[in-house]
């Protein structure tokens, strides 16, 4: 079966033909390298592929970032255990965010893998951050691009923080004090994409704080705003998850959210996240 794409409609496409545990040929590589940078997002069904083919994957691409706030898999330390067991009401990811824009090099993107599926129940949604830009006023997106964002993992990952208080997840580690160590990284609120060399809008609803040099009070009015632009239902596809599923996504060029509407199942993904880069400012 020849290697085909198939675009959605709000972000993202599926990758069919390829088998990433039977090795991707050098022309397979290079396809989903350009539909990964072209739309930020990308999907392949019925993979039957192990931990080490998921690494193995991610290092394609870069480094593997080894997570600090989830819990790794006892064998292969590169992946993150993503998980919720029956008990456990909240979950990991249930709210809007890119990951890791809390670091200064924010990641590259994540590859999650599905290894245990509630019966029902579990989707993912994901909007693009190329169309929030686009979608923008002139004037608005003038004013946005000499800006930058505060943001931070202090109020989700450190003490008396998201998770920490809600109890989410087994996932966690307990790393609450890293946190804490972390310094409070600035970007610019559009960046140049350094994959696509696209603009887009670089804030989100988990970790962005403020605009840097504005106060929390000044900014929330501005951000609102972003965020509703940002989940505006042209943007988003809703992935349903499938034994066989990976999802590829850029933090850079996506949001997410992990629906949370299993309550008394089990759900366990496996997560890869690879290194970024600094950000830079699209220039005007």
Request: charged share 20%; aromatic share 10%.
């Amino acid at each position: 079966m020849a290697i085909s794409i198939d675009v959605l409609p709000g972000v993202g496409a599926e990758i069919l033909g390829v088998d990433i545990a039977g090795g991707l040929a050098s022309s397979e590589l290079e396809t989903i390298k350009q539909t990964f940078s072209q739309h930020g997002l990308v999907f392949f069904r019925n993979q039957k592929i192990s931990e080490a083919d998921h690494i193995g994957l991610g290092e394609v691409f870069g480094d593997i970032n080894v997570n600090r706030f989830f819990a790794a898999n006892p064998e292969y330390p590169q992946i993150a255990m993503v998980s919720k067991e029956p008990d456990q009401i909240a979950n990991i990811g249930g709210g809007w965010h890119t990951d890791h824009s809390y670091d200064q090099e924010p990641a590259l993107g994540s590859i999650l893998v599905a290894r245990e599926l509630p019966t029902s129940g579990g989707d993912t949604w994901f909007t693009s951050m190329y169309k929030a830009y686009d979608s923008l006023s002139d004037g608005l997106k003038e004013t946005l691009e000499g800006l930058s964002a505060v943001h931070s993992a202090k109020h989700v990952f450190g003490p008396r923080g998201e998770y920490e208080t809600t109890g989410s997840a087994s996932s966690r580690i307990g790393n609450a004090g890293a946190a804490l160590e972390m310094k409070d990284p600035i970007h610019p609120v559009v960046i140049s994409h350094p994959l696509s060399g696209r603009k887009a809008l670089y804030v989100n609803a988990g970790f962005t704080l403020r605009f840097d040099g504005w106060t929390d009070e000044e900014s929330a009015p501005l951000l609102a705003y972003l965020y509703e632009r940002a989940i505006a239902a042209e943007n988003i596809t809703r992935f349903k998850w499938e034994n066989g599923s990976i999802a590829f996504w850029d933090n850079r060029a996506t949001w997410h959210f992990a629906q949370n509407d299993y309550q008394g199942q089990r759900r366990v993904m496996h997560r890869v996240t690879i290194e970024g880069c600094a950000l830079q400012a699209a220039k005007h």
